[in-house]
């Protein structure tokens, strides 16, 4: 069962440039980005933008840098005016609020981390975690309990009376998640929050995330440009190129289903071992198979099911999810799903392709 | 025959020319001439062919302006609209008159054994420091036991008042230039002509508009002279903020006034500083020019000393000058490394 729609965007466009108008008519009767720039000197932002963020699912915009990721998550909360284009939260548009409703958009429903963390250097980790609660006008004897329950939360008990600079990259950005937190928003942005944070760190940050998530279900808006990251996170998955939605849905769906070559590079040298899901490789079947040779969860990810099949090709699992059997795994769909789906062009081309797109 | 002749015969204006012959008397120029004897009128070779100046010209055309007329004119287009101006200006500027006699006779009139240890207070408060303290402490002492403290208390006490008036007109200047770019690029040429105009420029127009006993006088050219850097360097503090926290700031709702009294402010107070300890010693060159306006303190006497060629009172008072300088500017730098390592980033 699917979630009530949360947030949603419609035909967002967002162009930059003397005229703005003038360029989108230009735009929607056809006008590619690359032709837009060079003969009216407008830059194509985001391009007919239609995403659905459901209430209490981390949303995932993946995108190389320059694809409008951070422009759009922008646009959620109006840091940057939409040049045509809708964004509904709950039902209301946000684009007919005045200033005084976007100010209480900001700070009672939407929260915020950043990538660069944001901190006020010149204010204490504590009152840096209350920040969204003194703007409402509470003072520090207000929001210290709920400052400091949010810092524990996040691990950094006994920090509060430190100031940002004391402390590493990664738990400056634990302040930042803290901040967002304590604003009690129902809908966190997050801009690149953890692109800035060293492998390991970010590593518990996302178990950090995804620990918080189960125990809060908000509705979170993740912005990443790191594939492996918008897997381990995402409910849904929207992956942008070039202001455009290339492709968007259920993350493995995207894996086991790319739609544009594009995403076939990207997704050729992850580990898929270990991001498939027994979930979305099995047989939906409630028949208990012959030979069974263990039962497994629909959540475990295929690489421990190798493991446990010590590999031995001929196995046949029993899939089961809250006690119940929800479908069956042979070892040789597994194997199957292993394979990335075949580039439509030749390996090399595709190689060229992708070292262009990471170099632009 | 002078060079020009023939601009105005081309043009047909010999009769306006020869109509409304020059009133003005004799310039030395021609007095000079007609005294050697050489005849004005002579032929003039190509070689000398002076530039078409206005004086040039009049020589052509006694109608056309001399260049003299242009500063008369100046001077005169001024003197009649002085009596309006110093209406609206005398009023407006009064309590700076106030301000500096206030400051002038309480410094003087409260005894030194008060007022060094308020001074020596205030730098521990500032500063934190106790060498900085003793450092201010000895100085100050030395001034007194050489008979200067009278003096030193007086510069002392005008550029304190004019550098916390500097501070309080000019941040606000600063932030709402920080805010509009128009008004960034109004004020731009005016705080560069501020800053350029040589400092004794700024007493003529003044000597004319206030009476020359009135302290505002000197009070208003020590703060337009100075005033420059406090507005320059809240202008761009305000502006090197970091825009990732401001655009914190709007995505958490702050207004506009909590943004700028929660961070843009602070974030850009250690260039506010140093635009403050800028124009404090601004002040204090300013003060010294100022005392050829009545200003009193240690100008006055670096001023006897040049009058009379009094070597010893000169040097002397230029030497407490320099220790006031050096005192001033150790407190505010001190302070301001406090300000700076209290928000690294």
């Known amino acids: 069962m699917k979630n009530d ?63 409008g990721k951070s422009t759009l998550i922008r646009h959620l909360n109006r840091l940057i005016e939409p040049t045509a284009g809708e964004i509904e939260v709950e039902g209301n548009n946000v684009l007919a609020y005045n200033e005084n409703a976007l100010r209480t958009l900001r700070r009672e429903w939407m929260s915020m981390v950043f990538q660069k963390f944001a901190l006020l250097p010149h204010r204490t980790v504590l009152e840096n975690t209350g920040m969204a609660l003194s703007v409402r006008g509470y003072s520090v004897a207000d929001f210290e309990s709920e400052a400091i329950h949010w810092l524990n939360r996040v691990g950094l008990e006994g920090h509060g009376n430190q100031y940002p600079h004391q402390l590493s990259g990664g738990m400056q950005q634990r302040v930042g998640i803290a901040r967002a937190l304590t604003s009690n928003a129902p809908i966190m942005l997050m801009d690149e929050a953890f692109s800035a944070l060293d492998p390991l760190i970010r590593t518990d940050m996302q178990e950090l995330l995804l620990d918080l998530q189960s125990e809060l279900k908000k509705t979170i808006v993740f912005i990443t440009h790191d594939l492996d990251e918008s897997l381990k996170l995402a409910d849904n998955l929207v992956i942008l190129k070039e202001g455009y939605v290339v492709q968007q849905g259920e993350p493995q769906e995207i894996l086991l289903n790319p739609n544009d070559s594009y995403i076939k590079d990207f997704i050729s040298d992850i580990n898929r071992a270990r991001v498939l899901r027994v979930k979305s490789v099995m047989t939906h079947t409630t028949e208990k198979p012959e030979q069974c040779a263990g039962e497994v969860n629909e959540r475990d990810n295929l690489e421990s099911i190798i493991a446990r099949s010590e590999g031995h090709t001929d196995k046949v699992y029993r899939v089961m999810a809250e006690d119940r059997q929800v479908g069956t795994l042979s070892m040789k769909q597994l194997m199957k799903a292993l394979v990335p789906p075949l580039q439509e062009n030749t390996p090399s081309e595709g190689a060229d392709a992708k070292s262009e797109t990471q170099t632009a | ?255 506009d006034r909590q943004k700028l009294y929660r961070v843009q402010i602070p974030l850009a107070l250690p260039n506010i500083m140093a635009g403050v300890n800028q124009t404090i010693m601004m002040s204090l060159a300013m003060v010294v020019i100022a005392s050829l306006v009545s200003a009193p303190g240690l100008g006055v006497l670096v001023l006897r000393g040049i009058r009379n060629l009094e070597l010893g009172v000169g040097l002397v008072a230029g030497l407490g000058i320099v220790i006031l300088a050096v005192i001033l500017d150790r407190v505010t730098k001190a302070s301001l490394a406090r300000i700076n390592s209290a928000q690294k980033h």
């Open chain 2, 1 to 255: 025959m002078a060079s020009y002749d023939f601009v105005f015969s081309a043009l047909g204006l010999e009769k306006w020319c020869s109509a409304e012959q020059s009133s003005a008397p004799m310039s030395m120029a021609d007095l000079l001439a007609k005294t050697k004897g050489t005849d004005p009128d002579a032929e003039i070779s190509l070689w000398n062919t002076p530039f078409p100046s206005m004086d040039a010209l009049n020589a052509s055309c006694g109608a056309f302006p001399q260049s003299r007329d242009l500063t008369k004119g100046l001077e005169q287009g001024f003197l009649s609209i002085k009596d309006a101006l110093s209406v609206v200006l005398d009023p407006i500027t009064q309590p700076l008159s106030w301000f500096l006699d206030t400051a002038l006779y309480g410094m003087l009139t409260a005894p030194w054994w008060i007022i060094i240890p308020l001074l020596l207070v205030v730098v521990q408060l500032v500063t934190k420091s106790f060498k900085l303290v003793a450092f201010v402490g000895v100085c100050l002492s030395l001034l007194a036991f050489i008979d200067y403290y009278e003096y030193a208390m007086q510069t002392l006490s005008i550029i304190l008042v004019c550098a916390f008036l500097c501070v309080l007109i000019g941040v606000p200047i600063g932030i709402a230039m920080s805010r509009s770019n128009m008004m960034q690029r109004l004020s731009i040429p005016v705080l560069d002509m501020l800053q350029t105009l040589p400092p004794f420029v700024y007493l003529i127009p003044l000597i004319f508009l206030f009476s020359v006993t009135e302290s505002k006088l000197y009070g208003i050219a020590i703060i337009l002279y100075a005033i420059v850097p406090v507005i320059r360097l809240t202008n761009l503090g305000i502006r090197l903020v970091d825009k990732d926290v401001i655009e914190a700031a709007d995505a958490f709702g702050m207004t």
């Open chain 1, 5 to 67: 729609v949360k947030v949603s965007v419609r035909n967002l466009y967002k162009i930059f440039g003397d005229d703005p108008q003038g360029a989108l008519t230009h735009v929607r009767a056809g006008m590619s980005k690359s032709e837009l720039l060079e003969k009216h000197n407008h830059v194509l932002g985001l391009q007919d933008i239609n995403i659905d963020m459901r209430d209490g699912e981390i949303t995932v915009i993946m995108g190389l840098s320059g694809s």
